[in-house]
C-alpha cells in the first residue's frame, strides 16, 4: 500500500513541475516597440532603481552583456524586475515597450530566471 502512495506522490509532485514549467512566461523588450535607446535605457534605469533587479549581469563582463544592445540590455532588465514584481501584465509595461511572451529567452551564459 505504502509503495503506491508513494508512486502516486511522485507522479503528483512530476505532474506539478511539468505544468510549472509550461506555464512559465517571460517579459521581453517588444519586437513592435521602437529600439529606441532612450526609452530601453529609460526601463533599464527605473527597474534598477526600483530593487530586486539583478543588473550586474547586463555590466561590462556579466553574462547577459553580450549583445551589447538596448533591446538585449532591457529585456533582461524587464524580465527581472517582472519575475520579481508579480508576473502581471502591468509589471510587463514598461510605458508600452515590454511584452509577455511563453519561450525561454535565455542565451549562453545568459540565464533568464
Not at 517579459?27 to 535605457?41: G, K, N, R
Not at 530586486?52 to 547577459?64: E, Q
Request: glycine letters at 6%; proline letters at 4%.
Amino acid at each position: 500500500m505504502f509503495p503506491q502512495l508513494k508512486l502516486i506522490v511522485l507522479l503528483s509532485l512530476v505532474v506539478i513541475h511539468l505544468l510549472h514549467v509550461l506555464a512559465k512566461k517571460w517579459c521581453v523588450s517588444a519586437a513592435s516597440a521602437p529600439d529606441t535607446q532612450l526609452q530601453l535605457q529609460a526601463n533599464i534605469d527605473w527597474a534598477c532603481s526600483i530593487g530586486k533587479v539583478d543588473y550586474v549581469k547586463i555590466n561590462l563582463g556579466g553574462d547577459c552583456y553580450e549583445p551589447n544592445t538596448p533591446t538585449s540590455h532591457a529585456s533582461f532588465v524587464m524580465n527581472d524586475y517582472y519575475q520579481n514584481h508579480g508576473n502581471t501584465e502591468e509589471t510587463c509595461d514598461f510605458n508600452h515597450t515590454g511584452q509577455i511572451i511563453g519561450a525561454d529567452p535565455s542565451y549562453r551564459r545568459c540565464r533568464y530566471t
